[in-house]
């Protein structure tokens, strides 16, 4: 019984944490832009370089954006029609759970049992779990006129394990890219 009361608390967190595995989106875009006519994009570096995340994961954002806009059709260009721009942002999240179940709680202190009056113990220690939640924010700006025309946002957990980054990052700018071009144009 110990082990099942141990075990729930964890069950829980990780069903928290894997429902939060998702990525939500949304994207805002100028009704005036005419998005048929952009052909060519390049990257916007004075707003990449503003992004504060590693280099490592500003390439990984590039690759995947810039795999993004040639499977939609547009070609990589010196004089582009659209520049692409990025933007980051992350929040620390921290989730406390007490773990006193069944029974009106177990914890530390005196009480009545059967047969005997004394301190009795049992385990009602909180759990704490932290998750980095991340916004990924894709601009892509009209280079002649030099104005915004269409924002993807993603929001979702991040991955701290390694091998799963990239895999993360992608998934992040696939679901950004699911909105683009807006619906009313497609």
Do not use: H
């Not at 954006?65 to 547009?74: D, Q, R, S, T």
């Not at 709680?105 to 009480?111: F, L, R, S």
């Amino acid at each position: 019984m110990k082990t099942l009361l141990r075990t729930i608390p964890l069950l829980i967190v990780l069903f928290v944490v894997s429902s939060c595995s998702s990525v939500r989106v949304a994207a805002d875009y100028d009704k005036n832009a005419n998005f048929g006519e952009y052909k060519t994009f390049a990257f916007f570096k004075t707003g990449i370089d503003k992004a504060e995340i590693s280099d490592l994961d500003k390439r990984r954002i590039l690759r995947a954006i810039e795999a993004n806009m040639l499977a939609k059709g547009y070609i990589k260009s010196e004089k582009p029609d659209l520049l692409v721009s990025i933007f980051t942002k992350s929040n620390q999240r921290v989730d406390v759970y007490n773990n006193a179940w069944g029974w009106g709680g177990w914890g530390w202190g005196a009480g009545w049992g059967p047969g005997f009056w004394g301190p009795g113990w049992g385990w009602n220690q909180p759990m704490v779990s932290t998750s980095t939640q991340g916004t990924l924010f894709v601009d892509l700006i009209d280079a002649n006129k030099k104005e915004l025309i269409w924002q993807g946002v993603g929001t979702g957990y991040l991955s701290r394990n390694m091998e799963k980054k990239e895999e993360r990052i992608k998934e992040f700018v696939d679901k950004i890219f699911e909105k683009y071009p807006p619906e009313a144009l497609q």
